[in-house]
C-alpha cells in the first residue's frame, strides 16, 4: 500500500523559507507513471495546489505561487521536497503531499494518495 | 476566488439524496476530466471519483460523478450521518497548465 509522509518545521518565520519534505514509502517515485504534488489548505479555507514534479524533474506550479515555488525530487531517497520562499501569514496552512493518477498526456490527473498532512504556522 | 464554483453548502436528511455542482469553463471541465474529494473533519481528502465517473476501489456506489459540457456533478445517495463532510472538485485548466480545485461544497446531513 503506498503511504506518503510530510515532514519538516511546524513553524517558519515570516520572509524565511518554508521546507518540506514528502517521503514515499510502498512504492517508488521513479515510476514513470506519476507526478507527484503539494496542496495546502488555509485554517478553514479550501485546497490550493502548490505544484507538481515528476520524477525526471519536470515540473508544474500555481502560476500565483510560480515566483516563489521550487519543488525537487530525490529518487535516491524516494522522497520530494517543497521550497517556498519570502512566506507571511497567508503561507500558514495544513500542506499534504499527493500522487497523481497515471498520466497520459501533457496534463496532470486526479490525486488518488495521499499524505496525512502537516500544519505550518508562519510566525514570529 | 476559485477558477472552479460550487455552492458553499448543502443539506440533506439521512437516507435522501443530495447533489453537489462545480462549474467551469471549456479551458477545464469542458475539456478534462473531473476528479471528487471527500475531506471528513480534521483528515486529508480522499479521492472518491476521477476521470468523471469513476469510483476507486472501496468507494460505494452510493456515490456517483457525471459531466456536461463545462459542469461536474457528484450525486450521493442513501444519505449518512458519516457523509458530513466538505466536498471538493479538482481538474486540469489547459489555458493556465495547472491543476485547479473548486472552493468545496460543505455537506451536512440533517
Known amino acids: 500500500q503506498l503511504q506518503l509522509q510530510e515532514s519538516g518545521p511546524g513553524l517558519v518565520k515570516p520572509w524565511e523559507t518554508l521546507s518540506l519534505t514528502c517521503t514515499v514509502s510502498?512504492?517508488?517515485?521513479?515510476?514513470?507513471?506519476?507526478?507527484w504534488g503539494w496542496i495546502r489548505q488555509p485554517p478553514g479555507k479550501g485546497l490550493e495546489w502548490i505544484g507538481s514534479?515528476?520524477?525526471?524533474?519536470?515540473?508544474y506550479y500555481n502560476p500565483s505561487l510560480k515566483s516563489r515555488v521550487t519543488i525537487s525530487v530525490d529518487t535516491s531517497k524516494n522522497r520530494f521536497s517543497l521550497k517556498l520562499s519570502s512566506v507571511t501569514a497567508a503561507d500558514t496552512a495544513v500542506y499534504y503531499c499527493?500522487?497523481?493518477?497515471?498520466?497520459?498526456?501533457?496534463?496532470?490527473?486526479?490525486?488518488?494518495?495521499w499524505g496525512q498532512g502537516t500544519p505550518v504556522t508562519v510566525s514570529s | 476566488q476559485s477558477v472552479l464554483t460550487q455552492a458553499p453548502s448543502v443539506s440533506a436528511a439521512p437516507g435522501q439524496k443530495v447533489t453537489i455542482s462545480c462549474s467551469g469553463s471549456?479551458?477545464?471541465?469542458?475539456?478534462?476530466?473531473v476528479s471528487w474529494y471527500q475531506q471528513l473533519p480534521g483528515t486529508a481528502p480522499k479521492l472518491l471519483i476521477y476521470?468523471?465517473?469513476k469510483r476507486p476501489s472501496g468507494i460505494p456506489d452510493r456515490f456517483s460523478g457525471s459531466k456536461s459540457g463545462t459542469s461536474a456533478t457528484l450525486g450521493i445517495t442513501g444519505l449518512q450521518t458519516g457523509d458530513e463532510a466538505d466536498y471538493y472538485c479538482?481538474?486540469?485548466?489547459?489555458?493556465?497548465?495547472?491543476?485547479?480545485f473548486g472552493g468545496g461544497t460543505k455537506l451536512t446531513v440533517l
Open positions: 499527493a500522487r497523481h493518477g497515471p498520466v497520459y498526456g501533457d496534463y496532470l490527473d486526479h490525486f488518488d494518495y
Open positions: 510502498g512504492g517508488s517515485i521513479s515510476s514513470n507513471t506519476y507526478y
Open positions: 514534479i515528476y520524477y525526471s524533474g519536470s515540473t
Open positions: 471549456s479551458s477545464n471541465i469542458g475539456n478534462n476530466y
Open positions: 476521470e468523471n465517473n
Open positions: 479538482g481538474t486540469w485548466d489547459s489555458s493556465l497548465s495547472a491543476w485547479v
